[in-house]
């Protein structure tokens, strides 16, 4: 199993930057990716950025450009660094670890954080 605790959230203005981080524990050397989701109130839970552990990304379009992932393998952790956030990034922003329950590496499972709140208003 792997545990995840979000941080870095809270409140911004408009054209401002937060930056979250994201520690992994347990099972951590299963982890083959690592992610940001989020979900506004009353919307589906959508991906906002994945690396895996060869460093590859994903970007949602609305953020390409204004967020960047980035991963510390030897802290375990995964930050997402908001820039430019607008009234839109507002939403619970919930990390998510991809990785193998078994020695072989045939059977995938995910965990997600607890979530942690972003709000950008003025």
């Known amino acids: 199993q792997v545990q995840l605790v979000e941080s870095g959230g809270g409140l911004v203005q408009p054209g401002g930057s937060l930056r979250l981080s994201c520690a992994a524990s347990?099972?951590?050397?299963?982890?083959?990716?690592m992610g940001w989701y989020r979900q506004a109130p009353g919307k589906q839970r959508d991906l906002v950025a994945t690396?895996?552990?060869?460093?590859?990304?994903n970007y949602a379009d609305s953020v390409k450009g204004r967020f960047t992932i980035s991963r510390d393998n030897a802290k375990n952790t995964v930050y997402l660094q908001m820039n430019s956030l607008k009234p839109e990034d507002t939403a619970v922003y919930y990390c998510?670890?991809?990785?193998?329950?078994?020695?072989?590496?045939?059977?995938?499972?995910?965990?997600w954080g607890q979530g942690t709140q972003v709000t950008v208003s003025s």
């Open positions: 347990g099972s951590i050397f299963s982890i083959y990716a």
């Open positions: 998510n670890a991809q990785y193998y329950r078994d020695y072989f590496k045939i059977i995938k499972d995910n965990s």
């Open positions: 690396v895996t552990n060869d460093g590859s990304t």
